[in-house]
DNA sequence: TAAGCTATGTGATATTTGTCACTGTTTCGT
DNA sequence: ACGAAACAGTGACAAATATCACATAGCTTA
């Protein structure tokens, strides 16, 4: 039990916690595009990412996309909190950006731990202050932003959120992202790799 | 003191917190207008409407400009706390909507509370959602909604706000929290009011 | 009362992004 | 091995919004 209440990399997350993190939840692993959360579903649990990474999207009825934020290791979903805590069903979806392997707490612990631990309500606090900041940054881009700055600052988040220069992704994931068309995305990266910026391959894109 | 305290209506906060507060902080009255936090100023009070409202907007280098949410009476400036605790300077601009009386608390009073007192914590709380909420509202109008439509809205806004049909308001003020050309807005409302949703004089849309 | 400033309306044009249609290539499944 | 599906690239055109220039009307100030 000790073993796996190691796997909780969290800051400012005390071992008494930790236990009843892990004592609570189950974990479960999941693959890249799993979807683990569906807009307009009942929250029952609250997902806390030990490995690999979660996207937030908002989509609109037909279809349309936009990208939030992302969750990285030791990262929870705010939203699922948010839905949990006001009893109404969940205002985005949430996606596996990478093979991932997540801790499901059931929601009412969540909620009840708020008053009980003082450092879960601290590190539920400062979630909520780093998905304000990114949500203004997604409200930054939309509003000053050309298509082009915003497709090679994804293409930037990516890279940092998975440490590597080779991104996996297809233009149509993008162009979801985004909440723009597939041609459109085709075409600004081809100008990229023509300004020697990125190299493209099917399926990735290699940052230079 | 007890009649000052009665000024705040706001829920959930007890008769202890409320003395606290008035002790605490500055009764100050604003003209609309006024300009109560600018960008990228350090963050020494935080603002709770007694009477009026603000709005809060983010702008970019080059003066363009772009509505997040409006804060009623009742409520304060999660963006002000925030930039408190993180010692950092705000990342947006506040100013009064209408004409407002305003309780100013030391911001390391604001803080200090959140542990000290639940109903401070969980007011903090509840406002955070609700900015949270609305900024995937902006999100959601940008993405997926043409300037008309949002055009519509922020009207509908500004009229729940002050409980008026007659909305005193610029084109160029339209403009500016939307985040387009003022050409646009005076063309959008010159066809609303052909198709007798709204009428229009200098400095006023009446909503019919 | 008149000049100056602000607000609004309009025409024309430019820019940016989106859509449609199609082709070619690569990958996957049978 | 082959056909289907997915992915990427491209041309042409449409739609939405932005910009520029200018005129007119209303309001403020001297």
């Excluded at 799993?34 to 579903?41: A, F, K, M, R, Y």
């Excluded at 985005?92 to 059931?106: G, M, N, R, T």
């Excluded at 909620?111 to 203004?136: G, N, T």
Aim: net charge neutral; aromatic share 6%; hydrophobic share 40%.
């Amino acid at each position: 039990m000790i073993n796996d209440s190691a796997k909780i990399s969290i800051p400012n997350i005390d071992n008494e916690m930790k236990q009843q993190l892990m004592e609570s939840g189950t974990i479960k692993n999941f693959k890249a595009g799993d979807v683990i959360l569906q807009e307009n579903s009942y929250i029952k649990t609250l997902p806390i990412v030990l490995q690999g990474s979660l996207k937030v999207l908002r989509e609109e009825e037909d279809g349309k996309e936009i990208l939030l934020y992302y969750i990285k290791a030791g990262e929870t979903c705010v939203m699922s909190f948010l839905g949990g805590i006001s009893n109404d069903k969940s205002k985005v979806k949430a996606v596996v950006e990478e093979d991932s392997e997540i801790l499901l707490i059931p929601i009412h612990n969540a909620q009840d731990w708020v008053s009980k631990y003082p450092s879960w309500c601290d590190f539920i606090f400062k979630l909520y202050h780093k998905r304000f900041e990114e949500l203004l940054s997604v409200v930054n881009a939309m509003a000053f932003q050309k298509i082009d700055q915003r497709i090679v600052e994804l293409l930037q988040k990516k890279q940092q959120l998975t440490g590597s220069k080779e991104i996996n992704v297809t233009h149509q994931q993008l162009a979801d992202e985004l909440g723009t068309a597939r041609e459109v995305v085709s075409r600004l990266l081809k100008q990229l790799e023509r300004e020697k910026k990125i190299a493209l391959s099917r399926n990735k894109i290699t940052i230079l």
